[in-house]
């Protein structure tokens, strides 16, 4: 059974740094593609950012660029975001998603963890 | 960016009866290399991760019931319950894979 566990969100306050981890299970992790999608409250969904499955191609959206890093460690299958100068709008639960193929990233969403809450606030 | 724009924002339907969701992309989604359009469709419930519907706009997902259906080609897109079920109760999600950004419609929500 493919299981997907976020953990690391956190309140902190705007400016400040937070790193999201995501335990993988269930399938052979380094055959696929992982993204981050996040949903700001009562919002939407927004994809944030994709790794292939060996971290040579990496995406990301234009509102989390420069700011944003994913990263895999696909020996500790692992997935992570690291999240720097936090602002308010990145307030959203977390999303770990497992891609339907390994490149990155034109590709469906086909297995979602159940989130972790970001809130940044002062 | 491809803009994906879903109707209506909202819709009540009765059970038994049919739900028709439509998705629209401002770019055609459609390859001619492979015949496929890039659009997934997802089914989200409160308080529980979005779950994956249908890929190629019309290809459901492995234990996903029938009365799911997908179709259209290009820019327009739709999303059929044939039947509403209780537990078809949630916000739907069309998504396009064509290009990155990866992006999604705005959702519905269906509601009995």
């Known amino acids: 059974e493919v299981q997907l566990v976020e953990s690391g969100g956190d309140l902190v306050q705007p400016g400040r740094s937070l790193r999201l981890s995501c335990a993988a299970s269930g399938f052979t992790f380094d055959d696929y593609a992982m993204h981050w999608v996040r949903q700001a409250p009562g919002k939407g969904l927004e994809w944030v950012s994709g790794i292939d499955w060996k971290s040579g191609l990496i995406a990301y959206a234009d509102s989390v660029k420069g700011r944003f890093s994913i990263s895999r460690d696909n020996a500790k299958n692992s997935l992570y975001l690291q999240m720097n100068s936090l602002r308010v709008e990145d307030t959203a639960l977390y999303y770990c998603v497992k891609g339907h193929s390994s490149g990155c990233c034109s590709d469906w969403l086909d297995f979602w963890g159940q989130g972790t809450l970001v809130t940044v606030s002062s | 960016d491809i803009v994906m724009t879903q109707s209506p924002d909202s819709l009540a339907v009765s059970l038994g009866e049919r739900a028709t969701i439509k998705c629209k992309s401002s770019?055609?989604?459609?390859?001619?290399?492979?015949?496929?359009?890039?659009l997934a469709w997802y089914q989200h419930k409160p308080g529980q991760p979005p779950k994956l519907l249908i890929s190629?706009?019309?290809t459901r997902e492995s234990g996903v019931p029938d009365r799911f259906s997908g179709s259209g080609s290009g820019t327009d897109f739709t999303l059929t319950i044939s039947s509403l079920q209780t537990e078809d109760v949630a916000v739907y999600y069309c998504q396009q894979y064509y290009s990155v950004p990866l992006t999604f419609g705005q959702g519905t929500k269906v509601e009995i």
């Open positions: 190629w706009a019309s």
């Open positions: 770019q055609n989604v459609f390859t001619s290399s492979n015949n496929k359009n890039y």
